[in-house]
DNA sequence: ACCTGAACACCGTTCAAGT
DNA sequence: ACCTGAACACCGTTCAAGT
């Protein structure tokens, strides 16, 4: 096939058809998308440069929009709870993106928005400054791994019958993965405001 | 080659082998194994059972000895500090390796009884048994993420140059990624223990 | 500018064949 | 029991060739 007249394929349905593929299995491939947009593989290559590209992109979508938020006039606690709550519902919703984009430097002006907002709340709790990076790591570890909970293994800790009994009586509680996930990000947020205030650097 | 009179492969070959280029590059593959061992691709199934087999035997290895520790009489603290300290230790000493332990249930034993410790020490401090599974799943984010750090990017946040104020002046402080990592770590334990005292449910 | 097919260097896994 | 080579179904990326 020749060059067409409209084009068949653009960075935004490559992106689309990644994301939904990382959603419904936790991974992307070049041959899987191009075979659902009908398309020859090494076409992808007209709209993106590479896999690290895409993901890229998919971070932009993702965490476009709710993460500049108006904070400035609250608590420092209350503004921290806000940015990570609405930090987390971005990640949440496409749980299994985490292991992509761990590890890779954050350049989205969205993402980067929402540490802006978390640093000047941590600034207005008293943090010095060679701390804040510290606290804004701790965040990133709490919202994203409790993100990945959500996609975990129902059993997370397999402890052989008879052995390890605080374990096992810790694990008895009913729940379910989301139930689990969100528990554990609730108790972490509470943990860390509480913990921060507790810090003899913190002036209130 | 036929069957040699003394095997010339093992586990523990290739778990060794598999290890080290984990360390090296941050992954591992059966080509580059076989190659190292100078032995056939093929020939590594006859001792393992694929890949994830691999990786279970890795986590093994790594978190074998130092996770049982004599810790029952010391106070909640006291011992939640130790136990969460010998773990990181394991860990960072092959940070390249928390990707890809992620996410997989856990049923080494070694691992287990590090486990057991901190849930025993979580009783003691007096929370319910619901949130003790979350507990363990912060003080896992919390030993992983700090860990993942070691081989981030030196530069976790580009925020681009006139904007993002705050998160700049953060940025601004010297650190090397190990000390970051390292202080990273020793804020969220300090801010671990201190929060869950806080939590209305803790009785001392 | 945008698409195609062929090529290349990588993967993990299986299996018949050797001794 | 333990090793081999060939085969298979997957990857990401490049590139000459088309219009």
Redesign the interface.
């Given at each position: 096939m020749p060059r067409p007249r409209s084009p068949l394929l653009s960075a935004e349905a490559i992106v689309t058809a990644a994301l939904d593929m990382i959603d419904e299995t936790g991974n992307f491939s070049f041959p899987r998308i191009a075979r659902r947009l009908e398309v020859s593989q090494s076409s992808l290559y007209n709209h993106i440069q590479n896999r690290e590209h895409i993901i890229e992109l998919i971070r932009a979508r993702v965490f476009t929009e709710p993460l500049s938020l108006p904070v400035a006039e609250l608590p420092w606690d209350e503004a921290l709870r806000t940015v990570v709550r609405a930090y987390r519902a971005c990640i949440a919703a496409h749980p299994r993106l985490v292991?992509l984009i761990?590890?890779?430097?954050?350049?989205d002006?969205g993402a980067?928005?929402a540490?802006?907002s978390m640093?000047?709340a941590?600034?207005q709790a008293g943090l010095p400054?060679?701390?804040?990076?510290?606290?804004?790591?701790?965040i990133?570890?709490?919202v994203?791994?409790?993100a990945?909970?959500l996609?975990?293994?129902a059993?997370?800790?397999?402890?052989?019958p008879g052995?390890?009994?605080?374990?096992q009586?810790?694990?008895?509680?009913p729940?379910t993965v989301e139930g689990?996930a969100e528990?554990?990000f609730e108790?972490?947020l509470?943990?860390?405001?509480?913990?921060?205030?507790?810090?003899e650097f913190t002036q209130n």
């Open positions: 292991p761990l590890a890779q430097t954050v350049q002006a980067l928005g540490y802006e640093a000047l941590l600034e400054p060679q701390r804040i990076v510290s606290a804004l790591f701790l990133d570890n709490l994203l791994g409790s990945m909970e996609t975990a293994p059993v997370a800790w397999a402890p052989p052995a390890f009994p605080a374990l009586r810790a694990l008895e509680a729940h689990r528990a554990a108790l972490g509470a943990v860390l405001v509480d913990g921060l205030r507790a810090q």
